[in-house]
């Protein structure tokens, strides 16, 4: 006890900053800790609009437009309405300061009603409302069942006799299965009246993001002066976020507010914008660029004089509609709309879109990387085979614990099997019977069982179906029901965990009747091949690698039968280093490590976790659509191999290659083969499917990242086993890195949400793991099949109508700005606007917004085509709507039409004042759009032609209202009437009867499949 008295478990406080001393009667306050309200607003009063404005400004599109509005105020520059710059800037930054100020006013009720949610804390007075944000850490506060645990906390007392609570975790780690907690059994067994009046304390460890971890010591005194000390683990905390699943709880606060396990777990995921905003930002810039040029000419032109440098930013400024503000406006638009429509899809229920910055990636997907277990499985274990050291057989080979006679004489067993190997089968039922964190819980009269792990639930389940019935489970005892109602009561005297670090569980035993100590051991075969005896090493190991061949999940059970003195002696060490708070877990392991030594190796079990609907069809139609599918899963290569194959990901054309516990001298090498072994030479070759473990990952990842990124993309598909959850987030970064590929993750639990966010589109899947991947992703579905829907048809949809609807809104920024420029040049260079105050505020809103908008409703082509031919998916990919061929032709489209409607004009009305040319060109431009959006339209919607009809509608009523802009009288002439049709027609009908010719000729690819 000396290092305990130099400070971690002495009456004083720890000298050790990184621990925390707090006395169990609530007053005590070390130091200042956080607040332990939430916030989770991203403004306030007073950085909301810089802010947003920064945010806004980053944006070529609005500095560039900024820019254009200051200028008018300098007077040389002005050439037209200030009014005309001013009002799409501030309608465009208005919507936004108003929807994320209403986004974030959400935010701000949602903290307040969780900060303000009352709870009764335990004083020395009696017991007293608290609100959450007031909670500090050494506060006493008394949860009820149901309610959300509201600060990090050590369990001093439950109302349950056991001394132990469940919790619901889903919300921290995404898991649904309860977690079970102890109470300090001192103040377990003390009067809760007393608790603030103990002279006691907590010692804990400083804090950090790790849930599944917690180190400290429970200290108190004794009333003979001596002192107690009590180990204090993860079994014994209550974190923030979890619920109260029954019953009462008391704890005393440890951590509060930004120190809690739950907000340093909660990482602000980065904005994520689609690679269609930087390639429209690219080609605004080409746009600028174009200005710049036409400006150079016009003053060229014009002749150099002293003022040329007014002159060239006077024509700059009259060209600015080259660079639509309300592209940016518009594409918002349509996000939202296609984020709408998503969550709307009959055939795809339960789908929510959590991002609306990015609903058009879906159709830009290359990459897709899948957890396997609940993702492409159904989380829905069952026991298929089992395998003893001496024999296998099928869980359907039916038998009974009553056959084994479990605690007598064996009868009909011995006449079924000979009796070794009866022997061992009853002592693997046991083990699995004993050997595990099930507790069972009675809901509405059913017994249920709860566990951390489905696989431990179906081990139990088939352990009463052979007669050993898990009825009852303490803090300390398991209880088993045989044939016949006899009752079976085993002590616990100590439980190790399973842990993703450790791949084992074990638990040590005894029964009243008996003074030896049952330790029995369970899990991984990698993990357990080192602790039992060589001899059945060779045989359990082969037969993990047979039953994971059929697709089963496989765990090794071991059992080591101690006497009571080796126990003793063990436990003496065990306590020595558990009441240690520096480096605890690290020596508790090797402790541990002397015990699992020489044990009996009883069997392997081999558990199934069943396919979700249609997976298979699933991966073969996103594989046919040129996306390349990769499993990231914690199973072993063999099983993780067999459910390739299952689910299709592998074809019966392809080959595997493995890449398993490779040195790292080997890699580069095995890289290379690899690379060659997927460069067809001969049409007969065969693809390689990439297999690679965690182990050897760790090396690729930190010494050969590219070699391995660039090797592994020449694969049709990759299956990467036994990896952790970080190495699935390094993964997506890794290609992220190293190719321009778009990727997309998918996963049900908490475990993927590292790689859901760090891909440029998440997707989970709310299942049997809880909500965190869900609410952590940014479009979320109900089950894997339906991906393919969400991505192939709505967004390829979204793709095309981004893409669409942008070069719209180009052209109408760019026929404009040609009229503009061929009027300038016409008009002996004056720089003075055609279009001023209402008309070029109109053209952009109330004349034409509604039918360019209206493409966001087209179809190219039908639902059932789309999904009967992926490869429609593949063509986007390959031949990428957004690229510089088709700007070009956007280009070429808005010069020809300007043209012909300003110099047609001119030919057709030469004798007309400015006034009428305003007019007719005007009028002209309008028609010309309206049939553009018709003939680009592939499947007719009636609100495109509603939109067409109310804007015809709304410009002949402007004619009347607009009498300064408008001449009625000349309006209302025959000569006006057919020369702007015969205008409208030669600047509209070459250019689609060309199109139509294009297409008759070579058509696109959904046009073939129509």
């Not at 020489?598 to 040129?626: C, F, H, Y």
């Not at 590292?754 to 299942?767: D, F, K, L, N, R």
């Not at 031919?869 to 390959?878: A, D, F, G, N």
């Not at 802009?965 to 027609?985: A, N, P």
Request: charged residues 25%; proline residues 3%.
């Amino acid at each position: 006890m000396d290092d305990l008295k130099e400070g971690l478990l002495s009456k004083k406080k720890p000298k050790e900053k990184s621990l925390r001393y707090i006395q169990l009667d609530g007053e005590t306050k070390p130091r200042k800790f956080p607040p332990n309200s939430l916030k989770n607003t991203k403004y306030n009063l007073l950085t909301i609009v810089p802010v947003v404005l920064y945010q806004q400004f980053k944006y070529f599109f609005n500095l560039f437009y900024l820019m254009i509005t200051v200028s008018q105020f300098f007077p040389p520059l002005q050439v037209g309405f200030l009014f005309t710059y001013i009002a799409p800037l501030a309608f465009v930054l208005c919507i936004t300061i108003i929807k994320e100020a209403y986004d974030d006013i959400v935010r701000w009720k949602r903290d307040q009603e969780i900060n303000n949610q009352i709870f009764t804390r335990i004083t020395k007075e009696g017991r007293i409302d608290v609100k959450a944000q007031d909670i500090k850490v050494g506060h006493l506060i008394e949860i009820k069942a149901n309610e959300r645990i509201p600060a990090d906390m050590v369990l001093i007392y439950t109302s349950e006799v056991s001394g132990t609570v469940f919790i619901r975790t889903d919300q921290l780690d995404g898991e649904t299965d309860w977690k079970l907690r102890k109470a300090i059994a001192y103040t377990q067994n003390a009067p809760k009246e007393q608790f603030c009046k103990m002279r006691a304390s907590v010692t804990a460890e400083t804090p950090h993001k790790n849930i599944y971890a917690f180190t400290g010591v429970f200290t108190a005194e004794l009333e003979n002066g001596g002192e107690y000390n009590e180990p204090l683990s993860l079994e014994h905390t209550l974190w923030s976020s979890t619920v109260l699943t029954c019953g009462t709880a008391i704890g005393i606060v440890v951590y509060t507010g930004k120190e809690t396990r739950s907000v340093m777990n909660s990482n602000i995921p980065s904005l994520k914008f689609g690679i269609c905003d930087d390639e429209l930002n690219f080609l605004s810039k080409l746009l600028f660029g174009l200005m710049v040029v036409i400006s150079i000419v016009m003053v060229i032109m014009s002749g150099i004089t002293s003022t040329f440098y007014l002159l060239f930013f006077r024509y700059l400024l009259l060209l600015s509609s080259i660079i639509p503000i309300s592209l940016r406006v518009n594409l918002d638009m349509a996000k939202i709309l296609y984020c709408y429509l998503i969550p709307r899809d009959t055939d795809i229920p339960n789908t929510i879109a959590r991002n609306s910055n990015i609903p058009e990636e879906l159709g830009r997907i290359q990459y897709i990387l899948s957890d396997k277990t609940g993702t492409l499985t159904r989380n829905e274990m069952s026991l298929k085979k089992i395998s003893i050291v001496d024999g296998r057989y099928a869980v359907e080979d039916k038998f009974s614990m009553e056959e084994f006679k479990f605690l007598k004489t064996l009868t009909s067993l011995e006449n079924k099997y000979k009796y070794d190997r009866a022997e061992n089968i009853k002592k693997m039922v046991k083990a699995l019977a004993l050997c595990h964190n099930v507790s069972p819980v009675t809901e509405a009269g059913e017994t249920i069982y709860q566990a951390s792990s489905p696989d431990e639930i179906a081990l139990v389940k088939f352990a009463k179906d052979s007669g050993l019935n898990l009825s009852l489970r303490g803090q300390d005892y398991i209880q088993l029901t045989l044939s016949k109602g006899v009752t079976e009561r085993y002590s616990i005297l100590r439980i190790f965990p399973f842990s993703s670090a450790r791949k084992r569980m074990g638990i040590l035993l005894q029964h009243p009747s008996s003074t030896d100590v049952l330790f029995y051991l369970k899990g991984a075969e990698d993990i357990m091949k080192t602790k039992i005896s060589q001899k059945d090493a060779v045989r359990v190991l082969e037969e993990c690698e047979n039953l994971a061949r059929e697709g089963l999940r496989t765990l090794i059970i071991a059992q080591k039968i101690l006497t009571l003195n080796e126990y003793k002696e063990w436990e003496k060490e065990f306590k020595k280093v558990s009441l240690c708070i520096e480096n605890r877990e690290e020596k508790e392991r090797e402790v541990i490590d002397k015990l699992e030594v020489n044990m009996e190796a009883l069997g392997v079990t081999g558990v199934e976790d069943k396919l979700q609907e249609n997976v298979a069809d699933t991966i073969e139609s996103l594989r046919d659509a040129g996306i390349k599918v990769w499993i990231l899963t914690g199973d072993k290569v063999e099983t993780a191999e067999c459910i390739a194959i299952s689910t299709k990901l592998k074809s019966r054309e392809e080959d595997y290659f493995e890449m398993i516990n490779l040195p790292k001298e080997q890699i580069l090498g095995k890289l290379d083969e690899f690379a060659k072994a997927n460069t067809k030479i001969m049409p007969s070759d065969r693809s390689k499917v990439l297999v690679i473990d965690g182990s050897t990952l760790n090396i690729v990842l930190s010494e050969f990242r590219k070699e391995f990124i660039e090797s592994a993309c020449l694969a049709p598909s990759v299956v990467c086993c036994r990896v952790a959850p970080t190495q699935k987030a390094q993964i997506v970064e890794a290609l992220k890195e190293f190719t321009d590929k778009r990727i997309c993750s998918i996963g049900d639990g908490g475990n993927d949400v590292g790689m859901i966010q760090s891909a440029h589109i998440g997707i989970g899947i709310e299942g049997k793991e809880g909500k965190q991947a869900s609410l952590a992703a940014d479009f979320s579905i109900s089950r894997f099949n339906s991906l393919s829907r969400l991505v192939l048809w709505h967004g390829r949809l979204s793709y095309k109508r981004t893409a669409k609807l942008s070069y719209f809104v180009f052209h109408r920024g760019l026929i404009i700005s040609f009229i503009q420029a061929l009027f300038t040049c016409i008009f002996f260079f004056s720089a003075i606007p055609i279009y001023n105050g209402m008309l070029m505020l109109g053209y952009t809103t109330i004349y034409t917004m509604l039918p360019v908008f209206s493409l966001v409703l087209d179809e190219d082509a039908d639902i059932h085509s789309i999904m009967r031919y992926p490869v429609l998916y593949e063509s986007l990919q390959t031949r990428k709507l957004m690229r510089f061929t088709s700007f070009c032709v956007c280009i070429f489209k808005s010069f020809y039409q300007g043209s012909v409607i300003i110099i047609m004009t001119l030919v057709l009305f030469p004798d007309n004042s400015f006034f009428n040319i305003v007019v007719i060109t005007f009028s002209a431009l309008i028609l010309t759009e309206l049939l553009n959006v018709m003939t680009e339209i592939d499947k007719f919607h009636w609100a495109m032609g509603v939109s067409e009809v109310v804007t015809l509608i709304l410009y002949t009523s402007s004619m009347l209202a607009l009498k300064s802009y408008f001449d009625l009288y000349y309006l209302f002439s025959g000569e006006f009437v057919w020369k702007v049709v015969i205008i409208t027609l030669i600047s509209w009908a070459p250019l689609h009867l060309a199109s139509f010719l294009m297409e008759k000729i070579s058509p696109a690819d959904h046009k073939k499949v129509q």
